[in-house]
Protein backbone atom coordinates (compact mmCIF):
# COMPACT_ATOMS: atom_id res chain seq x y z
CA UNK A 1 0.00 0.00 0.00
CA UNK A 2 0.96 3.49 -0.93
CA UNK A 3 1.53 5.64 2.28
CA UNK A 4 2.43 9.55 3.10
CA UNK A 5 2.85 10.12 6.35
CA UNK A 6 3.28 13.69 7.69
CA UNK A 7 4.33 14.20 11.23
CA UNK A 8 6.24 17.40 13.47
CA UNK A 9 3.04 19.51 13.18
CA UNK A 10 2.24 21.22 16.42
CA UNK A 11 1.92 24.80 17.87
CA UNK A 12 4.61 27.21 17.85
CA UNK A 13 4.99 30.99 18.72
CA UNK A 14 5.63 33.54 15.82
CA UNK A 15 9.13 33.78 14.88
CA UNK A 16 9.84 29.84 16.28
CA UNK A 17 10.39 27.18 13.71
CA UNK A 18 9.51 23.64 12.95
CA UNK A 19 10.54 20.80 10.77
CA UNK A 20 7.89 18.84 9.28
CA UNK A 21 8.69 15.46 8.00
CA UNK A 22 6.60 12.98 5.16
CA UNK A 23 7.72 9.33 5.10
CA UNK A 24 6.58 7.72 2.05
CA UNK A 25 6.39 3.89 1.40
CA UNK A 26 4.70 1.43 -1.44
CA UNK A 27 6.08 3.24 -4.22
CA UNK A 28 9.33 4.41 -6.00
CA UNK A 29 10.06 7.54 -4.32
CA UNK A 30 12.90 8.34 -6.10
CA UNK A 31 11.09 8.39 -9.59
CA UNK A 32 9.01 11.37 -7.76
CA UNK A 33 8.82 14.66 -7.33
CA UNK A 34 8.10 15.90 -3.54
CA UNK A 35 5.84 18.63 -3.19
CA UNK A 36 4.31 20.61 0.00
CA UNK A 37 0.94 22.54 0.16
CA UNK A 38 -0.98 24.10 2.78
CA UNK A 39 -4.79 24.52 3.72
CA UNK A 40 -6.03 27.06 6.42
CA UNK A 41 -9.79 26.85 7.36
CA UNK A 42 -12.20 28.34 4.79
CA UNK A 43 -9.40 29.11 2.46
CA UNK A 44 -7.60 27.51 -0.75
CA UNK A 45 -5.14 24.90 -0.70
CA UNK A 46 -1.81 26.62 -1.56
CA UNK A 47 1.36 25.56 -2.77
CA UNK A 48 4.14 25.93 -0.32
CA UNK A 49 7.31 23.99 -1.80
CA UNK A 50 8.69 21.43 -4.21
CA UNK A 51 11.46 19.01 -4.22
CA UNK A 52 13.12 17.43 -7.66
CA UNK A 53 13.52 13.35 -6.87
CA UNK A 54 17.15 13.91 -7.30
CA UNK A 55 16.93 16.98 -4.84
CA UNK A 56 19.07 19.08 -7.31
CA UNK A 57 16.28 21.59 -7.50
CA UNK A 58 13.85 23.69 -5.53
CA UNK A 59 11.22 26.21 -5.75
CA UNK A 60 8.91 27.84 -3.11
CA UNK A 61 5.85 29.74 -3.16
CA UNK A 62 6.18 33.45 -2.54
CA UNK A 63 5.02 33.83 1.08
CA UNK A 64 7.43 31.53 2.71
CA UNK A 65 10.55 31.90 0.21
CA UNK A 66 13.24 32.96 2.57
CA UNK A 67 11.85 31.40 5.50
CA UNK A 68 11.11 27.65 4.55
CA UNK A 69 13.44 25.25 3.01
CA UNK A 70 12.81 21.65 1.57
CA UNK A 71 15.08 18.91 1.34
CA UNK A 72 15.02 14.99 1.15
CA UNK A 73 16.91 11.71 1.88
CA UNK A 74 15.81 9.50 -0.34
CA UNK A 75 17.72 6.77 1.21
CA UNK A 76 15.16 7.27 3.48
CA UNK A 77 11.89 7.40 1.74
CA UNK A 78 11.64 10.66 3.46
CA UNK A 79 11.29 14.21 2.57
CA UNK A 80 11.26 17.27 4.81
CA UNK A 81 10.37 20.92 5.58
CA UNK A 82 12.31 23.38 7.70
CA UNK A 83 10.07 26.12 8.85
CA UNK A 84 11.90 29.32 10.47
CA UNK A 85 10.09 32.46 11.27
CA UNK A 86 7.22 31.76 11.50
CA UNK A 87 4.30 33.58 11.24
CA UNK A 88 0.39 33.21 12.26
CA UNK A 89 -0.86 33.22 8.45
CA UNK A 90 1.20 30.35 8.43
CA UNK A 91 -0.89 27.92 10.58
CA UNK A 92 -2.73 25.64 8.22
CA UNK A 93 -2.45 21.90 7.87
CA UNK A 94 0.70 20.79 5.74
CA UNK A 95 0.45 17.99 3.12
CA UNK A 96 2.99 16.45 1.23
CA UNK A 97 2.39 14.78 -2.01
CA UNK A 98 4.11 13.23 -4.84
CA UNK A 99 4.46 14.63 -8.35
CA UNK A 100 5.48 13.51 -12.07
CA UNK A 101 5.14 15.76 -14.97
CA UNK A 102 2.93 14.62 -18.11
CA UNK A 103 5.67 15.91 -20.93
CA UNK A 104 2.38 15.28 -23.38
CA UNK A 105 1.16 17.97 -21.71
CA UNK A 106 3.75 19.74 -19.32
CA UNK A 107 0.98 18.92 -17.04
CA UNK A 108 2.38 17.76 -13.16
CA UNK A 109 -0.05 15.42 -11.93
CA UNK A 110 -0.45 14.58 -8.26
CA UNK A 111 -0.31 10.83 -7.63
CA UNK A 112 -0.16 10.65 -3.79
CA UNK A 113 -0.97 12.54 -0.89
CA UNK A 114 -0.81 12.25 2.91
CA UNK A 115 -3.34 12.99 5.81
CA UNK A 116 -1.71 16.19 7.05
CA UNK A 117 -0.42 17.57 9.53
CA UNK A 118 -1.57 20.95 11.83
CA UNK A 119 0.88 23.86 12.24
CA UNK A 120 -0.46 26.65 14.43
CA UNK A 121 1.48 29.50 15.32
CA UNK A 122 0.64 31.77 17.86
CA UNK A 123 1.15 35.59 18.10
Known amino acids: QVHLVESGGGLVQAGGSLRLSCAASGFSF ?9 QAPGKERSFVGAISWSGGSTGYGRSVKGRFTIFRDNSKNTVYL ?27 QYDYWG ?4 VTVSS
Open 30 to 38: KSFSMDWFR
Open 82 to 108: QMNSLKPDDTAVYYCAASRVTYSTNER
Open 115 to 118: QGTQ
